[in-house]
């Protein structure tokens, strides 16, 4: 099992950056892809980012695309989520999500990599506030 602890949210203002960590346990993390997510309040959970376990493919959703960056440190078992020109629109609570199950590798389609339902292990959130 692996356990995830986001940090590194914040409120900033818009046009400001932060950079999200994800720091995971457990001696297989190298393996999975993993993503970050984000709610809104009222809203359904949604897409952000993701990274396979060699970071050698990314994806983002459109909203983040030219702002945000995934990547990560597998030797330090953390994914990072670098948000730049952030939007009052990016509010929300962020969350990783590791996919722990083994459901995607690089033939994945982007249904399965943007889809909650397909990551396992997901860390309690980490709030990110950008004011206008």
């Known amino acids: 099992q692996v356990q995830l602890v986001e940090s590194g949210g914040g409120l900033v203002q818009a046009g400001g950056s932060l950079n999200l960590s994800c720091a995971a346990s457990g001696r297989t993390f190298s393996s999975y892809f993993t993503g970050w997510f984000r709610q809104a309040p009222g809203k359904e959970r949604e897409f952000v980012s993701a990274?396979?376990?060699?970071?050698?493919?990314?994806y983002a959703a459109d909203s983040v695309k030219g702002r945000f960056t995934i990547s990560r440190d597998n030797a330090k078992k953390t994914v990072y989520l670098q948000m730049n020109r952030l939007k009052p629109e990016d509010t929300a609570v962020y969350f990783c999500a590791a996919d722990t199950r083994g459901v995607l590798n690089r033939f994945a389609p982007y249904s399965d990599v943007n889809r909650p339902g397909t990551y396992e292990s997901w860390g309690q959130g980490t709030q990110v506030t950008v004011s206008s």
């Open positions: 990274i396979s376990w060699n970071a050698g493919l990314t």
